[in-house]
Every structure is written in structure tokens, then in C-alpha cells.
């Protein structure tokens, strides 16, 4: 069973702290990384993707992944009130159709 | 920007009917999904759709479901026999790139939450 695992948290940050969060995963042959967000209700919104070993940066969000370790971060830099909500990390299967999802992680981002 | 639209946002049913989910993906996408996220739990796969067929199905997909793509626009996940456990938000996704290559980013409708009585 291949799975995507997250710290369901809540993690609590103040405003303008660094929120860091992190997900492993099992299967190897993933081709791509996703965080997306989702807040209460909603579906969930894309941050970013990655696919290349390393760190890639936009706006206040970087994420960072290590295939050999099997690891994806995305820290959040300055954080507002306004990024409290869940933050699923999304893997694709290698060779398939299939994106999965981790269960998440509730940030709160106290003002 | 562009959006994928489902409809109906809400549905109420009684145990042992039948419901449809509609859904439009956004006019370019080549890959349509369904996920459903019963409350408190994750976001769970349960089939794509490429090329007027399905591509990929997960154990959740069984024969109480169905897939179909009737028209040029429209996508819909069909859902014979309801169960108790069948209640969840229903997730419609589509993306422009899929299978082997290319990032598969997933851009999500607003869902349709299910309610079975």
C-alpha cells in the first residue's frame, strides 16, 4: 500500500513566523510532489509542485524535496493568519494516473 | 481564471438510490478525476479518466459506481445503490497533462457533498 504520510498537527505559529511542515512518502518511483491547501469546506487549492531533488521558492512558500530520504518539506515564510488551514501533501504515483494524498496538516497562524 | 464546476453542491438521498455527480472540467484538460473526502479524513483517488476511458481505479471503485463523459463538456460519476458509507464530499479534478510525463497538477471544483439518509 503506498502511502503519504503527514503530522496531523495542529501546528501553531505567530504571525510572521516560519511554519514548517513535512511529508514522507513510500513509493519510489513518484515523479511529483504537491502541496496543496485546504481550508474548511473547501476543496483543496494548488501552492506548489515539485519534482526535481532540492529546493524551489515562490513568494513566501519554498518547498524542498530529497528522493533518496523519500521527504518533502514546504515551509512558509512570514506567516499570516490568513495561511491557517490544512496543508495536504500530494504524491503521483510513478508510471500512473494517480495522485495520493497525505491526511494533512492543520496549521494555525495565531495574530 | 479557469474552473471546474460540479453540481449539485449539496444531496440529500435515501439509502439504496441511485445519484449522479456532474461535473465540468476546464475546456483544455485532457485528464478528469474523482476523489472524495468523507469528513475528518483524507482526500481519497477513486478513478481518472483519459481518452474516453478509464485509466486508473482504485479498490473504492467498485461496480456501485460508474464513470461516463456523455457530451464534449461534461463528466459524471455515477453512484447506484447508495450506502450509508457512500456519504462524503465528492471532488471533480482535471488536469492537462497526465500518465508518464508532465507535472499532473490537479485543479479541483468546489465539490458535491453527498448525504445519504
Known amino acids: 500500500q503506498k502511502e503519504v504520510e503527514q503530522n496531523s498537527g495542529p501546528l501553531s505559529v505567530p504571525e510572521g513566523a516560519i511554519a514548517s511542515l513535512n511529508c514522507t512518502y513510500s513509493d519510489r518511483g513518484s515523479q511529483s510532489f504537491f502541496w496543496y491547501r485546504q481550508y474548511s469546506g473547501k476543496s483543496p487549492e494548488l501552492i506548489m509542485f515539485i519534482y526535481s531533488n532540492g529546493d524551489k521558492e515562490d513568494g513566501r512558500f519554498t518547498a524542498q524535496l530529497n528522493k533518496a530520504s523519500q521527504y518533502v518539506s514546504l515551509l512558509i515564510r512570514d506567516s499570516q493568519p490568513s495561511d491557517s488551514a490544512t496543508y495536504l501533501c500530494?504524491?503521483?504515483?510513478?508510471?500512473?494516473?494517480?495522485?495520493?494524498f497525505g491526511a494533512g496538516t492543520r496549521l494555525f497562524v495565531k495574530a | 481564471e479557469p474552473e471546474v464546476t460540479q453540481t449539485p453542491s449539496h444531496q440529500v438521498t435515501q439509502m439504496g438510490q441511485e445519484v449522479i455527480l456532474r461535473c465540468v472540467p476546464i475546456s483544455n484538460h485532457l485528464y478528469f478525476y474523482w476523489y472524495r473526502q468523507i469528513l475528518g479524513q483524507k482526500v481519497e483517488f477513486l478513478v481518472s479518466f483519459y481518452n474516453n476511458e478509464i485509466s486508473e481505479k482504485s479498490e473504492i471503485f467498485d461496480d456501485q459506481f460508474s464513470v461516463e463523459r456523455p457530451d464534449g463538456s461534461n463528466f459524471t460519476l455515477k453512484i447506484r445503490s447508495t450506502k450509508l458509507e457512500d456519504s462524503a464530499m465528492y471532488f471533480c479534478?482535471?488536469?492537462?497533462?497526465?500518465?508518464?510525463?508532465?507535472?499532473?497538477?490537479?485543479?479541483f471544483g468546489a465539490g458535491s457533498r453527498l448525504t445519504v439518509l
Open positions: 500530494a504524491v503521483r504515483e510513478g508510471g500512473g494516473f494517480k495522485t495520493i
Open positions: 479534478a482535471s488536469s492537462s497533462t497526465g500518465g508518464a510525463s508532465g507535472a499532473n497538477v490537479l485543479t
